[in-house]
Structures are given as structure tokens and as C-alpha cells.
């Protein structure tokens, strides 16, 4: 496992643009597949994207597929969010993620043992 640390969350308006990061310190990095995950109250862990161990695999959840843009950087031990055109649907606390197997890609909530403390998301006009 490592250990995770969001940075970036705030509050923006429609339409703009909010970049996360999250910076993992461990040896295991990168062997790991990486995600962002966001929360609202009373919901459920919703995944929101990942990126495999070497950066070559990406997903997305279709909400927010041409918006957002994960990233990682192994020598940096650093994953990225860019959120483009936000919608007040994306306000969230957005967790970063690391996943239990080396080079496993899963987008499961359960195949993720290391969590960031979690930043929040506000979008408002």
C-alpha cells in the first residue's frame, strides 16, 4: 500500500476547468493502477476514472468521458485529474485511489486498498 494525498479541490463555476492532484509516497507506485473515485452525501463511492500502471490504459465513466483527463507521472509519484467543463453535477469529494494487485486493472471500488483523505469539488454559479 501507499500512502495518498489529494491536492486541487475548490470551488469553481460551470463551464471551468480545476485540475486534482494526488501525490503517492511508496515504492509500489508504479506498479499500480491508480483511480479517482468522488462521494456525495448519502450516495455511494462512484468511480470516476483510472490509469493503468504504465499510463498506456485509461477509463472513464461515461458522464465524464471528453471532459476529464487522468494522467499519472511514475517519476514524480503523482496521478492527475484535469476536469474540463464542469457541471454542477461533478461537485463531489473526488478520492484518489491505488490499487490492492501489481499491474491488475480493475475500475472496482473493492480492488482499491490505498485512499487519499478525499477533496472536495464545488461547482456553483
Known amino acids: 500500500q501507499v500512502q495518498l494525498l489529494e491536492s486541487g479541490g475548490g470551488l469553481v463555476q460551470p463551464g471551468e476547468s480545476l485540475r486534482l492532484s494526488c501525490e503517492a509516497s511508496?515504492?509500489?507506485?508504479?506498479?499500480?493502477?491508480m483511480a479517482w473515485f468522488r462521494q456525495t452525501p448519502g450516495n455511494e463511492r462512484e468511480f470516476v476514472a483510472l490509469?493503468?500502471?504504465?499510463?498506456?490504459?485509461?477509463e472513464y465513466v461515461d458522464s465524464v468521458k471528453g471532459r476529464f483527463t487522468i494522467s499519472r507521472d511514475n517519476a514524480k509519484n503523482a496521478v492527475y485529474l484535469q476536469m474540463d467543463n464542469v457541471e454542477p453535477e461533478d461537485t463531489a469529494v473526488y478520492y484518489c485511489?491505488?490499487?490492492?494487485?501489481?499491474?491488475?486493472?480493475?475500475?472496482?471500488?473493492?480492488?482499491?486498498?490505498?485512499w487519499g483523505q478525499g477533496t472536495q469539488v464545488t461547482v456553483s454559479s
Open positions: 490509469v493503468s500502471y504504465d499510463g498506456a490504459t485509461v
Open positions: 485511489a491505488g490499487g490492492w494487485y501489481p499491474f491488475y486493472i480493475s475500475a472496482l471500488l473493492r480492488d482499491f486498498a490505498s
Open positions: 511508496g515504492r509500489a507506485f508504479s506498479t499500480m493502477t
